[in-house]
Structures are given as structure tokens and as C-alpha cells.
């Protein structure tokens, strides 16, 4: 049977999002030739597993596989978290996201044109076969359409004033000025990579490895920053609370290259790093109000909220 689908993905550095999913932005061929790795992928005669490893970054997200990849495994996860069957036939309308200092025509059109390279696609994921049409992509803002997955309280509380909106990627750090209303205004965005969460987690390992000669991990970064039970020593503890204390003062001052400044005006903050540093914003004299919401799919819901009302506006 022949459905229609309306799904949201953000193709993070680190990881891929969906409404229901998150998992490592990183896939591997699998070559065993048996069934050793659990949730294989099968397209065209080849088959692939998700990775749990961390693969480098990549400017320009077409020069390999890995992203269309990773789009087929988002498809089947969030088909399948949403119990719908497989065996239908369904014609996608996808929303994707892109930073909002690198949001231009080109590049979008690139990237649609990437994911879209066969128009209809089958392949089976996890000994199930999915069979998907690729009817329309948008391109949307990232960051910002996270705005549209939050409640109504905190939407009605930002609606009328301006506002800074921060993604805290893994590699980046998107900044875009909301007028009220929630118009984004794209003649005051800003996007860098200084203060993002695995800059930050990288420039932790180097101060450890150098003064302890012990290499942590991000997991241990993690555990440290979530404040859960380890055994690491006071001192590396509070190497890893000190360094995204001041990645989150030098968003906060970079924030002012958009004109906004944080103790006048409120910031919302998403993306997977907004739960290392909210608090850090929340304790900063600089920063009148924070907004802050801890899920990490905010994105994703955004896009798939976004494109359904568009549909819903050519009825």
C-alpha cells in the first residue's frame, strides 16, 4: 500500500536525529558474511552496520556514502520506533536542516540533490525491506526549528521579543538573532567551531594526557559533566567542569557579533552541547534568561512540524 510519510532528519557531525532516534553519525561495510553484527543494512548488494566510533568530520557531507547511509538507517529506525509497517510502499517528504551560517542555494540543492540521487529506493534493514519514494525535500534552518518542537508556554514566552537562538553541535556552533514573532533574521547569523562540544572535549584530552599522561575518553567526559559516579580525581574533574565553563563565556561573548547582547536579551539554546553548558549560561552575570530544553531531537521534530504544516498549506 502506498503511504505518505513526513519525517525530520538532523545529519549532525557527531550524531543523526530523528523524532523518535539518535544514534553515531559514522557506518562501517560489514564483511563478516555472517550474522556475528546485529541491525545490518543490505543496498545493492553490500551490506553496512552503524558505528559506534566517532569518524572525522566532513566539510562537505557528498564526497562519500556515509551520509546517504546514514539517512536509510535514520529511515528504518523511525519507521520502526513508529511500529508502522514495512511492507507498505512510502513517499517520503523530508526535512533536513543546515547551519545557518552556511545556508545558501548551492550547497542546499547539492545536498538535496545527494540524498535524492535514486528517486525511489529499496533496501532491507535488519532482515526487514523498506521501500521508499523520495517525494520532496526541504531545506530549513537549523537551530531555529527547534523553536517550533518546544512547548507551547515556553514558544508563547519568546514569541514576542527578540532573542538569540545557539546550536551546540559537536563541531559547531550555529548563532541566528529571532525577531519577534519568531522571524529568523539571516542578516545577523554566525557559525564556528571553537567553542563546540568535541573542540572542547579534544582540548580536555590534550590538558589530561599532557599533566597526567592518561588519555580520557568522551564517554569519560561525559560521565564527568553529568556529574555520575566515577573514580576520576578532583583535579581532572575540574579540568573538564572549567573548560566548557569558559567555552560557554566565549559563546556568550561571541554572541555579540550578532548584535545581541545576552544580558539585555534572552538565548535558547539546543543541539546536543546546550546540555553540557546551560548551566553555565544560567549561572553567567552576562545572560539575563535562558531557555532551555533537555532533548536532544528538538531539530528533527522541528523539520518534520515544518514540512507537515507546509503540506497542509497547499491542501
Not at 540521487?117 to 534552518?141: A, P
Request: hydrophobic share 35%; charged share 25%; aromatic share 12%.
Amino acid at each position: 500500500m502506498d503511504k505518505q510519510l513526513i519525517m525530520g532528519i538532523d545529519h549532525g557531525n557527531s550524531q543523526i536525529k530523528t523524532a523518535h532516534c539518535c544514534f553515531t553519525a559514522s557506518v562501517r561495510e560489514y564483511t563478516m558474511g555472517n550474522a556475528m553484527q546485529p541491525e545490518i543494512l543490505e543496498l545493492h548488494g553490500k551490506q553496512y552496520f552503524q558505528s559506534s566510533a566517532l569518524d572525522p568530520t566532513e566539510i562537505d557531507k557528498t564526497e562519500t556514502d556515509r551520509y546517504y547511509l546514514l539517512t536509510l538507517f535514520a529511515i528504518a529506525r523511525e519507521i520502526d520506533s513508529r511500529k508502522l509497517s514495512n511492507t507498505d510502499t512510502y513517499h517520503l517528504y523530508l526535512g533536513i536542516g543546515f547551519p545557518p551560517g552556511f545556508y545558501d542555494e548551492d550547497g542546499n540543492k547539492k545536498f538535496r540533490d545527494y540524498l535524492t540521487r535514486e528517486k525511489e529506493v529499496i533496501f532491507i534493514y535488519n532482515k526487514r525491506k523498506y521501500h521508499i519514494v523520495f517525494e520532496e525535500i526541504f531545506s530549513l534552518l537549523q537551530g531555529v526549528a527547534a523553536l517550533y518542537a518546544i512547548n507551547p508556554v515556553m514558544q508563547n514566552q519568546l514569541r514576542d521579543q527578540e532573542f538569540a537562538c545557539i546550536d551546540i553541535g559537536g563541531w559547531t556552533v550555529d548563532y541566528i538573532a529571532i525577531d519577534k514573532g519568531f522571524k529568523e533574521n539571516l542578516e545577523r547569523i554566525y557559525s564556528m567551531s571553537g567553542s563546540s562540544v568535541n573542540r572542547t572535549a579534544d582540548g580536555i584530552k590534550r590538558t589530561v594526557l599532557r599533566k597526567y599522561r592518561y588519555e580520557l575518553t568522551y564517554e569519560n567526559i561525559n560521565s564527568i559533566i553529568n556529574k555520575e559516579k566515577n573514580n576520576f580525581e578532583e583535579d581532572i574533574q575540574k579540568i573538564v567542569q572549567r573548560a566548557f565553563k569558559e567555552a560557554a563565556e566565549k559563546i556568550i561573548i561571541q554572541t555579540q557579533s550578532i548584535g545581541i547582547d545576552l544580558k539585555h536579551y534572552p538565548v535558547f539554546l539546543t543541539g546536543g552541547g546546550a546540555k553540557y553548558m546551560h548551566i553555565y549560561f544560567k549561572n553567567n552575570p552576562k545572560v539575563v534568561n535562558v531557555f532551555y530544553v533537555d532533548n536532544i531531537n528538538l531539530n528533527a521534530i522541528g523539520y518534520e512540524k515544518i514540512v507537515d504544516y507546509a503540506l497542509s498549506q497547499r491542501k
